[in-house]
C-alpha cells in the first residue's frame, strides 16, 4: 500500500479518535465544574490555560464563560484544535482515501463532518452550557458509528490495520492524559464525602463507571480508577488494552525495517501486563504518565518514518 | 434555422429503423415509471459520488454531470466505418508526433510549415531525442465526433477535434452503461448492444503493452494530480477497476536511474504511469518548477527509457487547432491513405485572405482559441449578440495566429428529457481510441448532450449532459 | 586558447536532508571548434548521466540517506577556438526555429519589444541580421549594469531591462527576449569565463543566435557575450545550452528535508601552460 495512503487512513482515524476523547474530556470538565460553584471560571480558565489557546480565545470571547470555553472547544473553527476543527481534519483525509475505504466509511465520516459543520454553526450563534454539552454527546455518537462502520465494513486488510493503528495510538494518549490531568485535579481537593461524585465522573467520562462496579464490586477508590484505567487489559480504553492491539497491529503490517518499532511497541506492552498499580503509585502517577506519553511520541515518530511517510 | 438532422426521428415523423423497438418501448412504458427510474439514476450517481467538480469544503455535495436516460444508438454499420477511420487518424497522428520529434520529415517536405510546429507553444524540444516504445506517443486519444446535416437531408460525420493530451469522461462512458442496465435491463433484451465494460482492461492491457524494454511484469499506476482535481473521481475510478495505485507525485521519487513509490513495505519500482497531470507539472526540475504535482527528475527516467508516460509529454502539438488543418494531409504523407473521417472545413486566421474571411463573417463561424480547450475561448456566431461577435473580431484582429475559425455544423439532435417532456438536443462523440501494439477501442463512447435548447456546446463545464451510447451488434 | 578550469559547488542544509536530486550540467560542450582534454566531475550518491535534447551532457545524482552537504567539483582543460565571431552549424535535434519561441523568462514586454525594434529592423532571415545582433548586443549592454546580486535567480528579461542592472543571466535573457520578439532564433548558453581582469564572474552566460544566411544559407550560430559587449572568443567554453537559463543552468535540483540551504559556488578559469 502506498504509504501516503497509510498516512491518510491512520490520520482519518486519529482525529476521529481524538474528537471523541476531547468531548469525553469537556464532558468531564463541564461535570466537574458545576461541583465547584463560585470556583467554575478559575476552573474553565486553567483548562483553557492547558491548550496554549488563552489568547485567541480572549481576542474572541473576552471574558471566560463556561459556556463560552465549551464552544471555543467544541464548535469553534477559529481554534484549530477544536473538535470541529478535528472532525474537518478526520474528514479531509478520508476524503483523500476515497477509493481505499469502503463507500459507508466515507459516508459515515463525510455525514459527520456536514452534519457537526451545521449544528455547530447553530451553536456558534448562541445559547448555553446544556446545548453544547448535547454536542459532545452526538460527537461521541458519531465516533461509535465511524468505529462500527469501519470494523464492520472494511476488509482487514493493511488499510484496516493502519486505520486501527491510528485509533489506539490516539486512545492511550488520551487515556493518560485525560488521568494525568484529572488526577492532579482530583486528588489533593476530594472530601472523602465527594469522592463517589467526582471519581465517578472521571470514570463515567470513559464509559468506565459500570465496568468499574462489575470489576470491583466496591467503593471507588483513586487506586483502583488508576489501576483499571492503566492495567486492565480487558478494559477497551485502558493503556494496556490499547498497547495490547498496537504491539499486534505492527506484527501484522511489519516490513523489513519496522522490527525496532515494534520491539519498542512490545517493551511498552509487556511493562502493562506484568505492571504493579502499588509500583506505579510509588514511581508517582504523574512521572509514570509522562514517560509512557514520551514513549508514545516515540512510537508515532517511529511509525511515520517506517510506514507513512518514508523517504525512500 | 438550418434543418437539423435528428439521430431517432425521421422528417416526416417516421422513426428511423434502429430506434423503433426503443420507440416501441417507450410508448409502453408508464410515464411515472421513467420518472421514477430517473431520480433513482440521480440518487444513484450521487451515492456513488460520481461527479463532476470537486471542489472545497463541500464535496460531499458535489454537483452532477446530468445524465439522459434515452440512448444515442450507432447502428453496427455506421460504427463500422467510424472505428476504421478513428484508427487511421489516430495512427497517423501517432506518426505525426514521431515524425516531429525525431527526423521532422513532414516538415522538411513541406507539407506543414516549421514555424507551424516548431514555434507552437505545445511542441516539446524536451522530448526531441526520447525513443518512445512503439514509437507511440498518445496512448489513449478522445476524438470528438459530431454529425451535421447534409442538404439532402442525410447527415455526415466529422471530426471536430483531436484529444492527445489528457482526455477525460470515459468513466461517464462506463457509469452511464452501468446505469442503463440497471435502470432498464428489460431494454437490453430488445437491442443487441456491443459491451464496453471491458475498457479498463484495454486500457491496463495497452498500459502494459508500452512498458520499457525487458520489463516482464510491468507495475502500473494512475498519477492524479490529487483530490481536489475536477477529474479525481475519474482517476480514482480508473485506477480502482484497473487495479492499480493511483499515486500523486509525492508519492514518487527517482534514484539510481529508476523511478519508484513510496509504500508501507519499502520502496516499489514503477514502470508504467497513466498520466493524469499536463505536460507542464510533470518534472519541476524540467518544466515549470513551482510545481508541486509532478516528480522531480522524471525527465530524466523517461529519456533513459526507464519508464514509460502514457501519453507522451508533447502530444499537444498534434492537437492543436493550427495543427487540425493538416490532419488529413499526414494520413496522406504517413498511411499513403485517403482520410476515412471528414475535417471540418478550417480557416487560418494567421493566413491574410482566411483572416479577411472570417472577420466578414464571424455571424456565421464558430471562431476557437488555438490553444484553448473545454468550450473556453470560443465564439458560436450566429448564438451570439452583436455586442459579443464585435468584441471577439477585437480579440481575433490583434492575434489573428491564435485563431481559426469553421462554418457553424447544424450538430445532430437526440431525444433528451427535458423539463417539458421529451425533446431534440445537440449531441457530440467521444470515442476512446487506445494504442499500444495494436489500435483498439470500446465500441461508442461518450455522447454528450447540450441540455440547453438550441445550444452546440456540450462540455459538462459548459452544462452539458451526457448519454449512454450504443453500438448495435449485428 | 586552452583553459584550466576547476568548478567547485557545495551545498549545505542546516538540518540534514532526507532526499536530494540534482541535474549537473557541467561537461563542456564539443561541437563549435571546442575540444575537451581532459575532465572529470566528483559527486556523492547514486549517478547516471545522459544527453538532453539540446545536446548536453547532464549528469543527474541521487541521494537517499540523510546528508547535511552535497559537494560538486567539476575540472579538467579544454581547447577553445582561436577565432572571435566565428559561425558554427547547428548542433542538436531541436530546430533552430524552437528557439524563436519566448519563454516565461523571456517574455518581451513593451520595453523589450522597443530595445528590439531600435536594433533589428526586419525580419531574422535579413543579410544585415550579423549588424543588427550586435547593434542590439550593444544597447542591451550599455542600458544595463552588470552587478552581482540585484536580481533573483528567476528573474525575467523585463524586470532585468525594468531596473536596468543584472548579472550575466540577466543580460542575456534580455538579448533572447528582443532577438524573439523579432522572430530571430536564439539560445542561452552557459559556461565559463577566462576574465583576466576579474571584472566578471567566471561562471559565465551568454547569448547565440541564429544567422539564417550564414553558411551560403544553411544558417549558424553565432556567440553574443552581452556582458562583455563584444562577440564570443577563445575566452569562453561552452558548458550547456538551452532556451533560457532553466534548461542550462549548471546545476539544478530538489531535496526533502534540510531546512536552510547554504550554496557556495567557487570557480576558477586560468590559462594553460602548454608544454607542461
Request: with cysteine.
Amino acid at each position: 500500500m502506498l504509504s501516503r495512503t497509510a498516512d491518510h487512513l491512520y490520520w482519518m482515524a486519529r482525529y476521529t479518535e481524538r474528537a471523541e476523547n476531547m468531548s469525553r474530556l469537556l464532558d468531564v470538565s463541564h461535570r466537574m465544574s458545576l461541583q465547584l460553584p463560585g470556583a467554575e471560571m478559575g476552573y474553565w480558565g486553567a483548562a483553557l490555560g492547558i491548550t496554549g489557546l488563552e489568547p485567541v480565545y480572549t481576542a474572541k470571547y473576552g471574558p471566560i464563560t463556561g459556556a463560552n470555553v465549551l464552544r471555543f472547544m467544541a464548535v469553534d473553527l477559529d481554534n484549530p484544535s477544536s473538535i470541529l476543527s478535528t472532525l474537518r481534519s478526520s474528514r479531509e483525509n478520508c476524503h483523500a482515501v476515497r477509493g481505499t475505504v469502503t463507500s459507508e466509511v466515507w459516508e459515515t465520516i463525510n455525514t459527520t463532518w456536514l452534519e457537526g459543520r451545521d449544528s455547530a454553526a447553530e451553536k456558534m450563534k448562541g445559547g448555553g452550557e446544556a446545548e453544547l454539552v448535547e454536542y459532545l454527546e452526538w460527537v461521541k455518537f458519531r465516533s461509535h458509528l465511524s468505529r462500527g462502520v469501519t470494523v464492520g465494513t472494511m476488509l482487514q486488510d493493511e488499510a484496516f490495520h493502519f486505520a486501527r493503528l491510528g485509533t489506539f495510538l490516539e486512545r492511550a494518549d488520551n487515556t493518560a492524559r485525560l488521568l494525568d490531568v484529572k488526577f492532579d485535579e482530583l486528588a489533593p481537593q476530594v472530601s472523602p464525602g465527594n469522592e463517589y461524585y467526582e471519581w465517578g465522573a472521571l470514570l463515567r467520562s470513559v464509559s468506565a463507571f459500570e465496568i468499574y462496579r462489575k470489576v470491583y464490586r466496591d467503593v471507588i477508590t483513586p487506586r483502583r480508577v488508576a489501576e483499571l484505567m492503566i492495567l486492565r487489559d480487558d478494559m477497551p480504553r485502558s493503556l494496556h488494552g490499547c498497547l495490547k492491539e498496537v504491539h499486534q497491529i505492527l506484527g501484522l503490517v511489519a516490513n523489513s525495517r519496522s522490527s525496532e518499532t515494534r520491539r519498542l511497541a512490545g517493551a511498552a506492552y509487556s511493562q502493562l501486563q506484568y505492571g504493579r498499580i502499588d509500583d506505579i503509585l510509588e514511581v508517582g502517577l504523574h512521572r509514570y504518565l509522562t514517560d509512557f506519553l514520551d514513549g508514545m511520541a516515540v512510537l508515532s515518530s517511529r511509525i511515520a518514518q517506517d510506514f507513512l511517510v518514508p523517504m525512500s | 434555422m438550418k434543418n437539423i438532422f435528428d439521430e431517432m426521428n425521421a422528417p416526416g415523423g417516421a422513426v428511423r429503423p434502429h430506434y423503433s423497438r426503443f420507440q416501441e418501448w417507450l410508448a409502453q412504458t408508464p410515464p411515472a415509471h421513467i420518472a421514477a427510474k430517473r431520480a433513482e439514476a440521480d440518487s444513484a450517481f450521487h451515492r456513488y459520488g460520481i461527479t463532476f467538480a470537486v471542489y472545497g469544503e463541500d464535496a460531499g455535495r458535489e454537483r452532477l454531470i446530468p445524465f439522459d436516460i434515452v440512448p444515442r444508438i450507432i447502428p453496427a454499420d455506421e460504427w463500422k466505418k467510424l472505428e476504421a477511420g478513428l484508427a487511421q487518424r489516430v495512427n497517423a497522428l501517432n506518426a505525426f508526433l514521431h515524425d516531429i520529434y525525431s527526423s521532422q520529415r513532414i516538415v522538411k517536405d513541406g507539407l506543414i510549415p516549421a514555424e507551424q510546429v516548431f514555434c507552437n507553444a505545445q511542441y516539446r524540444p524536451e522530448m526531441q531525442g526520447i525513443d518512445v516504445r512503439n514509437s507511440i506517443y498518445a496512448h489513449i486519444a478522445g476524438v470528438d465526433i459530431v454529425r451535421a446535416a447534409l442538404p439532402d437531408g442525410q447527415a455526415e460525420y466529422y471530426v471536430l477535434e483531436d484529444n492527445l493530451r489528457v482526455p477525460s469522461g470515459v468513466s461517464y462512458m462506463l457509469e452511464d452503461r452501468r446505469m442503463m442496465m440497471r435502470l432498464f435491463p428489460e431494454l437490453f433484451s430488445r437491442y443487441s448492444v456491443a459491451p464496453v465494460e471491458h475498457y479498463p482492461d484495454l486500457l491496463l492491457d495497452t498500459l502494459r503493452q508500452v512498458a520499457p524494454a525487458g520489463v516482464d511484469d510491468p507495475a502500473v499506476v494512475v498519477l492524479t494530480p490529487g483530490a481536489y482535481n475536477s477529474a479525481y473521481f475519474e482517476h480514482a475510478f480508473l485506477a480502482q477497476q484497473m487495479g492499480v495505485e493511483l499515486v500523486e507525485g509525492k508519492d514518487l521519487f527517482v534514484h539510481d536511474e529508476t523511478l519508484f513509490m513510496r509504500t508501507t513495505q519499502g520502496p516499489r519500482r514503477v514502470d508504467v504511469i497513466y498520466r493524469r497531470i499536463d505536460d507542464d507539472f510533470l518534472d519541476p526540475l524540467t518544466f515549470r518548477r513551482d510545481s508541486a504535482l509532478g516528480v522531480a527528475g522524471l525527465m530524466s527516467v523517461y529519456r533513459s527509457g526507464r519508464v514509460t508516460l502514457a501519453n507522451a509529454i508533447g502530444t499537444g502539438v498534434a492537437d492543436d487547432k493550427s495543427i487540425y488543418p493538416y490532419v488529413p494531409d499526414m494520413i496522406r504523407f504517413y498511411l499513403s491513405e485517403e482520410p476515412l473521417l471528414l475535417n471540418v472545413p478550417t480557416y487560418q486566421c494567421r493566413k491574410k485572405d482566411e483572416l479577411s474571411y472570417v472577420l466578414a463573417n464571424m455571424e456565421k463561424l464558430v471562431v476557437k482559441e488555438t490553444h484553448g480547450a473545454g468550450g473556453y475561448g470560443m465564439l458560436v456566431g450566429p448564438a451570439s449578440t452583436q455586442k459579443e461577435v464585435d468584441d471577439f473580431r477585437v480579440r481575433v484582429k490583434a492575434a489573428p495566429d491564435k485563431y481559426i475559425a469553421q462554418p457553424t455544423l447544424a450538430l445532430s439532435a437526440c431525444p433528451t428529457f427535458v423539463e417539458a417532456g421529451i425533446a431534440p438536443r445537440h449531441i457530440d462523440l467521444r470515442p476512446f481510441v487506445l494504442s499500444g501494439k495494436e489500435v483498439r477501442m470500446a465500441p461508442g463512447g461518450l455522447t454528450r448532450v447540450a441540455l440547453k435548447e438550441g445550444s452546440l456546446v456540450v462540455n459538462s463545464s459548459q452544462g452539458g449532459g451526457t448519454k449512454d451510447t450504443w453500438v448495435l451488434e449485428k | 586558447m586552452r583553459l584550466e578550469i576547476r568548478h567547485e559547488t557545495i551545498y549545505r542544509y542546516s538540518s540534514p536532508a532526507s532526499y536530494s536530486i540534482q541535474y549537473v550540467r557541467q561537461t563542456p560542450r564539443t561541437e563549435g571548434g571546442q575540444r575537451t582534454l581532459s575532465w572529470y566531475i566528483d559527486t556523492p550518491g547514486r549517478r547516471w548521466r545522459q544527453t538532453d535534447a539540446y545536446g548536453n551532457s547532464v549528469l543527474v545524482l541521487s541521494l537517499t540517506e540523510p546528508h547535511s552537504e552535497i559537494r560538486v567539483v567539476a575540472q579538467g582543460e579544454v581547447e577553445t577556438p582561436d577565432e572571435r565571431g566565428m559561425v558554427f552549424p547547428h548542433d542538436s535535434a531541436v530546430p533552430p526555429l524552437a528557439f524563436a519561441l519566448p519563454t516565461p523568462l523571456t517574455q518581451a514586454d513593451d520595453a523589450i519589444h522597443k530595445l528590439a525594434a531600435e536594433a533589428i529592423s526586419g525580419s531574422g532571415a535579413d543579410a544585415g541580421l550579423q549588424v543588427s545582433l550586435e547593434v542590439l548586443m550593444n544597447l542591451v549592454s550599455k542600458r544595463m549594469a552588470y552587478i552581482l546580486g540585484t536580481t533573483d535567480v528567476h528573474a525575467t528579461a523585463a524586470e532585468a531591462l525594468a531596473q536596468e542592472s543584472g548579472v550575466c543571466q540577466d543580460l542575456a535573457h534580455v538579448f533572447l527576449a528582443a532577438c524573439r520578439a523579432r522572430g530571430v532564433p536564439a539560445r542561452y548558453i552557459s559556461g565559463y569565463l577566462l576574465d583576466d581582469a576579474s571584472h566578471v564572474a567566471s561562471s559565465h552566460a551568454w547569448a547565440e543566435a541564429w544567422i539564417a544566411t550564414a553558411n551560403r544559407g544553411a544558417g549558424g550560430w553565432m556567440g553574443f557575450d552581452v556582458t562583455q559587449n563584444r562577440l564570443a572568443g577563445p575566452e569562453l567554453c561552452r558548458l550547456a545550452v538551452g532556451r533560457d537559463y532553466l534548461d542550462a543552468s549548471p546545476i539544478r535540483g530538489m531535496r526533502l528535508g534540510g531546512a536552510e540551504e547554504e550554496m557556495k559556488v567557487n570557480v576558477t578559469v586560468e590559462r594553460s601552460h602548454i608544454g607542461l
